[in-house]
């Protein structure tokens, strides 16, 4: 893998920008766990992601699309290509605010959205829709990945409530990208340790 085009940024501060993509999006996961332990009020099978940021506990699932925001950032800081790392920060900025613009309830109409809520939908759409471009622009052998993930969301969303599984299991197969993508930048800019020379007898 090539070093990085962006002047400043050398080998080492791309390993750690990929384990801290790795490990914000564990935390993303690991957080959306305890979202849902912290509400079993809200039915995973119909209701959104985003219903988990309303209310008292809401700041758990704030946390949770932070931590995502950050793990695309860092990997935006790790991997190589331009186009890539233009679009990861775009998907960032757009988790941020789907933290920071608290969704308004599943069951308001689209219309009668707020402006947060409509900043929230807006900011939600950007992220979901332009990462599997990022991956393809990024490169490697997982490139595909997130957008069979996205596809396949819009497969089920047929069959089930698309408020439920369908996202859920499509940001599973992000973060797995994320991970799988930022252990192999992290592989492959290892520095190597020339072999010792032998000695003069």
């Known amino acids: 893998m090539p070093s990085s085009d962006v002047p400043g940024v050398n080998d080492s501060s791309r390993r750690a920008a990929g384990r801290l993509a790795a490990a914000a999006i564990v935390t993303y996961q690991l957080l959306l766990v305890a979202a849902v332990v912290a509400r079993p009020d809200i039915d995973v099978t119909h209701k959104p992601v985003s219903e988990?940021?309303?209310?008292?506990?809401?700041?758990i699932a704030v946390a949770a699309?932070?931590?995502c925001a950050l793990?695309?950032?860092?990997?935006?800081?790790?991997v190589p290509g331009r186009t890539a790392r233009v679009l990861l920060v775009i998907c960032a900025a757009g988790t941020a605010g789907v933290g920071v613009f608290v969704a308004d309830p599943v069951s308001?109409?689209?219309?009668?959205l707020s402006t947060i809520g409509?900043?929230?939908?807006i900011a939600g759409l950007s992220?979901?829709?332009?990462?599997?471009?990022?991956?393809?622009?990024?490169?490697?052998?997982?490139?595909?990945?997130?957008?069979?993930?996205?596809?396949g969301h819009y497969a089920l969303s047929v069959v089930i409530p698309p408020e439920g599984w369908p996202p859920r299991l499509l940001f599973l197969t992000y973060a797995i990208w994320v991970v799988l993508?930022?252990?192999?930048i992290v592989q492959q800019l290892r520095p190597t340790v020339p072999p010792r020379q032998q000695r003069a007898t």
């Open 52 to 59: 988990y940021a309303i209310g008292r506990p809401g700041w």
């Open 65 to 67: 699309f932070l931590a």
């Open 71 to 78: 793990s695309y950032a860092a990997l935006a800081a790790a």
């Open 108 to 112: 308001t109409p689209l219309d009668r």
């Open 118 to 121: 409509t900043l929230h939908v």
């Open 127 to 151: 992220a979901l829709l332009l990462l599997p471009f990022a991956a393809l622009f990024a490169g490697g052998r997982r490139r595909w990945l997130p957008l069979a993930g996205l596809l």
């Open 181 to 184: 993508t930022a252990q192999h």
